[in-house]
Each structure stands twice: as structure tokens, then as C-alpha cells.
């Protein structure tokens, strides 16, 4: 049974990844003149569909965001303390 949910996570995941950077990629590839934004905004959407796949397949079988918002929190936490420390005071 939990291998089974396990499988269904996953091609839950690889669905709507494919579906979020297919509607991406083919708005892409049907614009004739593209400027260096319209790449940039393409290619950063292009990186974060798999993520916001991730977060959907979470809330879709957990129900919740919990694991994920502690992880945000302590990589914020981590990276505010090496920014506030001088770097002529880290080991």
C-alpha cells in the first residue's frame, strides 16, 4: 500500500511537471521575436515548474506544507546568519 502511494506521488509529480513546462516551452517556441526579458521570465518559469509541482503534489497527498516550509525557513535562517557575520569573522 505505501509503495503504491509512493508511485502515485511520483507520477503525480512527473504529470504535472511535464504539463506546467509543455504550456511553458510551447508559448516559447511560438513567439517569433523574443527580447532578453521574455527569455529570462521563460527560463525562470521553466526552472520552478518542477517546483511548483513539487508543492502541488505535497498539498495534494499530505495536505499540508509543513516539511517543506520548515526547510524555507531554516535555509532563510542559515543564510541571514552568514550575511549578518563578517567575513573576516567566519572559521
Known amino acids: 500500500m505505501h509503495k503504491r502511494k509512493l508511485n502515485l506521488e511520483l507520477i503525480t509529480f512527473l504529470v504535472l511537471t511535464f504539463g506546467f513546462s509543455s504550456i511553458i516551452w510551447f508559448k516559447w517556441i511560438s513567439t517569433k521575436e523574443i527580447s532578453q526579458l521574455q527569455g529570462l521570465i521563460y527560463v525562470i518559469a521553466i526552472m520552478w515548474s518542477p517546483g511548483l509541482a513539487a ?36 572559521h
Open 55 to 90: 508543492l502541488i503534489t505535497r498539498f495534494i497527498y499530505h495536505r499540508n506544507l509543513n516539511g517543506i516550509i520548515c526547510l524555507l525557513f531554516s535555509i532563510i535562517i542559515i543564510k541571514a546568519r552568514r550575511l549578518s557575520t563578517p567575513w573576516f569573522a567566519s
